[in-house]
T-cell receptor, first 114, second 111 residues
Framework: ETGVTQTPRHLVMGMTNKKSLKCEQH?????MYWYKQSAKKPLELMFV???????ENNSVPSRFSPECPNSSHLFLHLHTLQPEDSALYLC?????????????FGPGTRLTVL | DQQVKQNSPSLSVQEGRISILNCDYT??????FLWYKKYPAEGPTFLIS?????DKNEDGRFTVFLNKSAKHLSLHIVPSQPGDSAVYFCAASAAGNQFYFGTGTSLTVIP
């Protein structure tokens, strides 16, 4: 499989659940990103990892917890979410973080919090 | 406050005609701009970019124009094809840092 993949594609969870989103890139890239896209809002950058180290954390609530075990995998652990967290969560990767990157996006996980 | 704005949520164009998608930005430090295209149920895919040292970049049917004084960029698609129907996002970055995205414009090309 090539490109950037995300699982699951759809997720419905209650506010007390714990779930994880998974992203995998097969492009040999060194940087990975989590974005949130809410309805009628621009894509919001949540986290950036470069060479498995977190380099940006854009004031994201602690109920979102990222993990990057290696340069090919990125997780977003979710716990005690709120209904307003329902959105499309997109993962992306790029060759490097420091150069002007062209980011390659996965298909996204559509999350609904009940 | 949104630093990148796409004020037209949707646009319809006849096949074969020109599609013009617009994007405005507020941060004068932005020096690199991209357009992404997104089909339903897929992630955005990179389409074309432009650096602030240029005012035009062309790739096949797609041309991006940058007007730095007006803080405005536009994407022209000529001729438009039904397969171009998608949501188009513009994004901007300053000095290779975080990209800021617009809210997208949904383009429908009518056969």
């Amino acid at each position: 499989e090539t490109g950037v993949t995300q699982t699951p594609r759809h997720l419905v969870m209650g506010m007390t659940n714990k779930k994880s989103l998974k992203c995998e890139q097969h492009l040999g890239h060194n940087a990975m990103y989590w974005y949130k896209q809410s309805a009628k809002k621009p894509l919001e950058l949540m986290f950036v990892y470069s060479l498995e180290e977190r380099v940006e954390n854009n004031s994201v609530p602690s109920r979102f917890s990222p993990e990057c075990p290696n340069s090919s995998h990125l997780f977003l652990h979710l716990h005690t979410l709120q209904p307003e967290d329902s959105a499309l969560y997109l993962c992306a990767s790029s060759r490097d973080y420091t150069e002007l990157p062209t980011q390659y996006f996965g298909p996204g996980t559509r999350l609904t919090v009940l | 406050d949104q630093q990148v704005k796409q004020n037209s949520p949707s646009l319809s164009v006849q096949e074969g005609r020109i599609s013009i998608l617009n994007c405005d930005y507020t941060n004068s430090m932005f020096d690199y701009f991209l357009w992404y295209k997104k089909y339903p149920a897929e992630g955005p895919t990179f389409l074309i970019s432009i650096s602030s040292i240029k005012d035009k970049n062309e790739d096949g049917r797609f041309t991006v124009f940058l007007n730095k004084s007006a803080k405005h960029l536009s994407l022209h698609i000529v001729p438009s094809q039904p397969g171009d129907s998608a949501v188009y996002f513009c994004a901007a970055s300053a000095a290779g840092n975080q990209f800021y995205f617009g809210t997208g414009t949904s383009l429908t090309v009518i056969p």
